[in-house]
């Protein structure tokens, strides 16, 4: 069994309250679960406005189908949600 965590860290530009972050991140959380069928979390910057980290985990029998699940998601971010960049992804396998 090999575990998986990726940490994408996300700039949300325009956002000018911790509201407004919240209404632009749950969609995008919910959407990735659905989607990839992965835990998803935020992880970090919960206090500020324009930054978050969310943390993507998932769990297979090979190490390569983890990693490249989670690159699929970080494109996928990037690809399919033009309010958010995407400023750094860190991938862990374990």
């Known amino acids: ?6 940490r994408l860290h996300l700039h949300l530009p325009g956002c000018a309250s911790l509201k407004e972050k919240r209404g632009r991140l749950r969609p995008l959380v919910e959407r990735l679960r ?11 910057f919960q206090d500020v406005w324009q930054s978050a980290e969310v943390a993507l985990v998932v769990v297979a029998t090979e190490s390569g189908r983890v990693q490249a699940q989670l690159e699929t998601m970080t494109h996928w971010v990037e690809d399919h949600w033009p309010d958010v960049e995407v400023q750094q992804s860190q ?3 374990i």
């Open 1 to 6: 069994m090999v575990i998986g965590a990726c």
């Open 34 to 44: 659905r989607e990839f069928n992965a835990a998803i979390a935020e992880t970090d």
């Open 91 to 93: 991938i862990e396998l």
